[in-house]
């Protein structure tokens, strides 16, 4: 996608495979400020500070930084330490365990000396698939927007939650994907963005749509079940972190009553889901899936800029306050009307039909 007309993604191979520039999404809405990550602690640190967030992104991330970590060291254990570590920085987007999985598996049999460079040209290839199944994902979606637009006759009113944009993403997002295709397409739309508190990733959704000239309208995560009441929204998409073959998707935390919502009042509930992000081990999504615990600072505080256009944080509950902090929360697949997938669109249900799986031994 493109910043000030300049087609840009989201994280970039340096010069002389020296590491990694991305932007730092701790930065935005007000600032476009890029860091480069040249070691495996910096590309943890990034995710784990969420300066790289977004479940396919961080899949990505992760799988640079341990080619990064078998560049210092190629022994087999530090590709294992490697891969414990980056797995650890977030453990609820199934797509970093994915990558950095495939990446073990791209070089545990070659020579030491080889692996470094293998595992650098493997990245290069999860993150080029990235791109491609984000793309395909939107044309999918766009279908659905544009078959609403087609029945209604009238601009079509779609809700997302966080931010499933660009950003999340190496190129073109997943939910945003289908936004972004249906715009470019002339379909006409709007988009309520949720504010997605703690962190106010809607803000970077905000930053995305208003970028590319979406209309949109940022609202408080509590009013969204007012707007479907109103017949305001005509369906809404999210992103996930985690899906399991039944169809529960796992994503940023009050996706689930955005769901609840939509059921109550009969609009259609979608999530933009790329097969990395499909987690076939899962049996119980609400026993089996980790959920992140953050720290209580990201609600006793609240940053943004002051006065004077300074970037500033200001306390709003006293630190002693007790905080609880759940990052992710599963909407059950009876809740979810449709998976958007880069094999097309499928009932929860019917996601194993799209990716049939080797039977067990
Ligand atoms: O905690 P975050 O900001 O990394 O969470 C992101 C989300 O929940 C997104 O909706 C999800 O990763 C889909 S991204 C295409």
Not at 11 to 40: N, S
Request: glycine share 8%; charged share 20%; proline share 6%.
């Amino acid at each position: 996608m493109k910043i000030d007309g300049v087609a840009t993604r989201s994280l970039w191979p340096l010069a002389d495979e020296r590491g990694v520039g991305v932007i730092d999404q701790t930065r935005l809405p007000h600032m476009v400020a890029k860091l480069e990550l040249t070691t495996m602690a910096a590309v943890e640190h990034a995710i784990r500070a969420m300066q790289v967030r977004g479940a396919p992104l961080i899949g990505v991330a992760g799988a640079y930084g341990l080619a990064l970590a078998l560049r210092a060291d190629a022994s087999d254990a530090a590709l294992a330490d490697a891969h414990r570590a980056l797995n650890a920085a977030r453990p609820t987007a199934v797509n970093l365990r994915w990558a950095l999985d495939r990446m073990r598996a791209a070089v545990a049999l070659l020579p030491a000396a080889e692996r470094s460079a293998a595992a650098w040209r493997e990245a290069g290839r999860i993150a080029d698939e990235d791109v491609e199944i984000n793309r395909a994902i939107g044309v999918y979606g766009a279908q659905l927007i544009a078959e609403v637009h087609r029945r209604r006759g009238r601009r079509v009113q779609v809700l997302t939650h966080c931010n499933a944009g660009w950003i999340a993403t190496v190129d073109y997002g997943t939910a945003l994907s289908a936004v972004y295709q249906a715009h470019d397409a002339g379909v006409p739309l709007h988009v309520w963005v949720d504010e997605t508190r703690p962190r106010n990733q809607g803000l970077l959704t905000a930053w995305e749509l208003a970028a590319h000239g979406v209309p949109h309208t940022l609202i408080a995560d509590n009013a969204g079940g007012h707007l479907m009441q109103h017949g305001e929204i005509d369906l809404v998409i999210v992103g996930a972190d985690r899906v399991t073959a039944r169809g529960d998707v796992c994503n940023k935390i009050g996706t689930y009553l955005k769901a609840l919502a939509a059921h109550d009042n009969g609009v259609p509930f979608y999530a933009a889901v790329p097969s990395p992000t499909i987690d076939w081990s899962v049996r119980d999504a609400l026993a089996e899936i980790p959920i992140e615990d953050r720290g209580g600072d990201e609600l006793r505080r609240v940053s943004g800029l002051n006065a004077g256009g300074e970037p500033a944080e200001v306390q709003i509950a006293p630190p002693a306050t007790a905080v609880a902090n759940p990052a992710f929360d599963v909407t059950p697949a009876r809740l979810v009307s449709g998976i958007i997938t880069e094999r097309g669109v499928a009932a929860p249900a019917a996601l194993a039909h799209l990716f049939p799986q080797p039977a067990a031994e």
